[in-house]
């Protein structure tokens, strides 16, 4: 179902009047990979909150949001190069998949 809708408003997205200005496909799919990253982060930091304010209740301890962000991004930036590599490869299979289906959707 969301492939199908994805290219469903995609073709949508693409049919314009001639007075319109066309978008860059590469800045729609950066656009929609930069929101998800957003989002990603947003759950991330609502979901660790609630299971640290769990602990610091029994702990008595109480810490702000700005040293929680920084508790939680702490292990994500550090680069481990098995862990990278599982990461990178199926990322860039996706940017090519994404790009690949607005070629597809310009040639129907």
Do not use: W
Request: aromatic share 10%; with cysteine.
């Amino acid at each position: 179902f969301q492939q199908a809708a994805l290219v469903l408003i995609i073709r949508y997205s693409k049919t314009r009047k001639q007075d319109e200005v066309e978008y860059l496909n590469s800045v729609a799919v950066a656009s929609a990979e930069v929101f998800k990253l957003c989002l990603s982060f947003i759950l991330e930091f609502i979901s660790t909150k609630k299971n640290k304010e769990g602990i610091n209740n029994t702990n008595g301890t109480k810490g702000g949001h700005i040293s929680h962000l920084k508790r939680m991004f702490k292990p994500m930036l550090v680069f481990n190069d098995k862990e990278s590599v599982k990461l990178v490869i199926p990322a860039l299979l996706y940017l090519i998949q994404n790009n690949l289906l607005f070629v597809a959707l310009a040639n129907l």
